[in-house]
């Protein structure tokens, strides 16, 4: 079945510095790729969509400068959380297109200090 | 809209006993997929159901069972025998097709304890 790897599964940053969150797919073809964050004890917002080959398509309130989102390839799309500040402590959790339901990664625990 | 509620935010049980989590969703589309996930401590999504709108029967897998109600668009999910290890989060999910069931929008999730 469709598999999405999603790493780190845990990181730990400064103030200011930047973090990138990978996630791919392995064994099929992602053209589209959802990014969720979900703070503690609250439900998975969706943050943005990534699309191969063009503009990442982002959710209102979600600021697309401090969310870096590329889709460089059919198989890869990055989030990157620019100067994090520790109010972006969060579980950041990608997710492939398909309606089976399985194709999530298994998401990202930041903690910025 | 879709729109997801799950009332309970949180339940505590004792071991062996049934819990039912509610799930009530709204939407204008009729064609759409509910989805029950599991997220335990560690933070990935289980996967536990994926029921479109046009299957209403009712279903079992092993403890757990799902009762899809269209007439209250509600599809509540019961754990029969609870164990400790089903201690997590539990979340429901709509996705519409509309947006090509590529968007899933998640309920606020239940957090059910099951203690010893």
């Known amino acids: 079945g469709a598999v999405v790897s999603q790493h780190p599964s845990r990181v730990i940053c400064k103030s200011g510095t930047s973090v990138k969150i990978e996630c791919r797919s392995l064994?099929?073809?992602?053209?589209?790729m959802f990014w969720y964050r979900q703070f503690p004890k609250q439900s998975l917002m969706l943050m943005a969509t990534s699309n191969e080959g063009s503009k990442a398509t982002y959710e209102q309130g979600v600021e697309k400068d401090k969310f870096l989102i590329n889709h460089a390839s059919l198989t890869l799309s990055t989030l990157t959380v620019t100067s994090a500040h520790p109010e972006d402590s969060s579980f950041y959790i990608c997710?492939?297109?398909?309606?089976?339901?399985?194709?999530f990664g298994s998401g990202t625990r930041l903690t910025v200090v | 809209a879709q729109k997801v509620t799950q009332a309970q935010t949180e339940i505590s049980v004792v071991e062996k006993e049934d819990v039912t989590l509610d799930c009530v969703y709204e939407?204008?589309?009729?064609?759409?997929?509910l989805f029950w996930y599991k997220q335990p401590p560690s933070g990935e999504l289980v996967f536990l159901i994926r029921?479109?709108?046009?299957?209403?029967q009712n279903e079992i897998s092993g403890r757990y069972s799902w009762n899809f109600q269209k007439s209250t668009s509600s599809f509540n999910f019961t754990i029969t025998a609870s164990q400790v290890v089903d201690s997590a989060v539990y979340f429901c999910?709509?996705?519409?097709?509309?947006?090509?069931?590529?968007?899933?929008?998640f309920g606020t999730g239940t957090r059910l304890l099951v203690s010893p």
């Open positions: 997710r492939a297109p398909g309606n089976n339901g399985y194709t």
């Open positions: 999910a709509l996705s519409e097709a509309r947006t090509g069931f590529q968007k899933l929008v």
């Open positions: 939407t204008r589309d009729t064609t759409y997929y």
């Open positions: 064994d099929f073809q992602a053209t589209t």
């Open positions: 029921r479109n709108s046009f299957d209403e």
